[in-house]
């Protein structure tokens, strides 16, 4: 069952960063439940505060 999340990490840190953190975070939660997941960071997705590089619209608002 696909599932999106977002999450919030340093300028410093690029997507294989976060990408990193996720695995091992969610793999911790969900092997206590026997259930595999794989993560994949759309590079695309990641924004930095006041670079201007993403206006967000209502909907992701809503979201958050």
């Not at 206590?32 to 990641?46: F, G, W, Y």
Request: proline share 3%; net charge negative; with cysteine.
């Amino acid at each position: 069952m696909p599932a999106q999340w977002g999450v919030c990490a340093p300028s410093s840190c690029n997507a294989d960063g976060v990408k990193q953190i996720a695995d091992f975070n969610i793999g911790l939660l969900f092997s206590a439940l026997n259930i595999d997941v794989s993560t994949k960071v759309a590079e695309a997705s990641c924004y930095y505060e006041d670079d201007g590089s993403k206006d967000l619209n209502g909907g992701a608002w809503a979201f958050m």
